[in-house]
T-cell receptor, first 116, second 115 residues
Framework: KNQVEQSPQSLIILEGKNCTLQCNYTVSPFSNLRWYKQDTGRGPVSLTIMTFSENTKSNGRYTATLDADTKQSSLHITASQLSDSASYICVVSASGNAGNNRKLIWGLGTSLAVNP | DTGVSQDPRHKITKRGQNVTFRCDPISEHNRLYWYRQTLGQGPEFLTYFQNEAQLEKSRLLSDRFSAERPKGSFSTLEIQRTEQGDSAMYLC?????????????FGQGTRLTVV
């Protein structure tokens, strides 16, 4: 069964601190892995997208890693800001075919709260 | 604004009424997707267009749901005879016709509440 599991479920950190979110997946066939940020009541915003051949990808203060052998990914946030408070969702595309955005396996997300 | 635009942002309707949502994708994005998201869950795929052609519909899309993309640009999603179980966030996303690793860009969503 295709699954994406994330940990921790929720996290509270102080502004300025770093944090790392984890994602484990069992999805086949694997096409790519994305990290999305979703604020409450709004649509997901893409942070990174990685194929199996990519080990790391950065987007500003966000750095994602991917280990396709162990099927694990992480999202590292450096120098956190209050605006980073959101749900961070790991999503794996399960299809190698065109139009693969219709076969997305979503994790339940990590709810991050950044406190002053 | 060059992002995906959805209208309205919120809709409250009485059970049994029909509702229609609109999505304007990013300009020149050939692919357009509709998803439904309930609280605490990831978005569930509903349907997908490539240009004006509706190429796939999920089993979640009952007969009461219909989607169109008549000119290959904006799309509408209509729900007829709404039920309380239809209450959810309806998300639209678009992507260019490039390769299999093209990510989807999401709109802000339309939150539907059926009372």
């Amino acid at each position: 069964k295709n699954q994406v599991e994330q940990s921790p479920q929720s996290l509270i950190i102080l502004e300025g601190k770093n944090c790392t979110l984890q994602c484990n997946y069992t999805v086949s066939p694997f096409s790519n892995l994305r990290w999305y940020k979703q604020d409450t009541g709004r649509g997901p915003v893409s942070l990174t997208i990685m194929t199996f051949s990519e080990n790391t990808k950065s987007n500003g203060r966000y750095t994602a890693t991917l280990d396709a052998d162990t099927k694990q990914s992480s999202l590292h946030i450096t120098a956190s800001q209050l605006s980073d408070s959101a749900s961070y969702i790991c999503v794996v595309s399960a299809s190698g075919n065109a139009g693969n955005n219709r076969k997305l396996i979503w994790g339940l997300g990590t709810s991050l709260a950044v406190n002053p | 604004d060059t992002g995906v635009s959805q209208d309205p942002r919120h809709k409250i309707t009485k059970r049994g009424q029909n509702v229609t949502f609109r999505c304007d994708p990013i300009s020149e994005h050939n692919r357009l997707y509709w998803y439904r998201q309930t609280l605490g869950q990831g978005p569930e795929f509903l349907t997908y267009f490539q240009n004006e052609a509706q190429l796939e519909k999920s089993r979640l899309l009952s007969d009461r749901f219909s989607a169109e993309r008549p000119k290959g640009s904006f799309s509408t999603l209509e729900i007829q005879r709404t039920e309380q179980g239809d209450s959810a966030m309806y998300l639209c996303a678009s992507s260019p016709l490039r390769n299999q690793n093209t990510e989807a860009f999401f709109g802000q969503g339309t939150r539907l509440t059926v009372v």
